[in-house]
């Protein structure tokens, strides 16, 4: 039985807290396929937020992990490609919430804005809660306009 893929991806921002919680991630028994970026140099959030987008969306990964400062500009651009719903949370409640009403299937953090404690909280919240369906279902599908 394969396991399912989870994609990380984060801006030189980010970089850090995306290869400390990679590690998280496998331990919550999931496969990691990482998109970038692997070091300090600037890099353009957008770039891997577009990454994103697209290993969503061909099905290289079900769901995804997005780092950068603020959260704010990655999961922007993540959230222009069909069938990403980026949500931006900022400790483990946000995470759970963001599941369970909007079967959020990436997860945005800011490096800058929340610690690594925090961030695992988020990260273990996000993908250990379900989607709760019924009465959400509706209000999911009018996210997607085409």
Do not use: W
């Not at 990380?8 to 921002?13: L, P, R």
């Not at 850090?16 to 998280?24: C, P, V």
């Amino acid at each position: 039985m394969s396991r399912e893929i989870v994609a990380v991806a984060a801006d030189h921002a980010g970089y850090e807290m995306k290869d400390l919680l990679k590690a998280d991630l496998v331990e919550l028994g999931l496969e990691v396929l990482d998109l970038g970026t692997n070091g300090p140099d600037s890099v353009d959030y957008s770039d891997f937020g577009h990454a994103m987008g697209e290993a969503i969306g061909s099905g290289k990964a079900s769901r995804g992990l997005i780092v950068c400062g603020s959260g704010i500009g990655i999961s922007i651009a993540a959230n222009r490609h069909p069938g990403v719903r980026a949500a931006l949370c900022h400790d483990g409640l946000t995470a759970k919430l963001s599941r369970q009403h909007n079967d959020a299937n990436v997860l945005a953090l800011g490096a800058r804005i929340v610690g690594i404690a925090t961030a695992r909280d988020a990260v273990t919240s996000f993908f250990t809660t379900e989607f709760e369906g019924g009465r959400h279902e509706g209000r999911v599908r009018k996210i997607e306009l085409s």
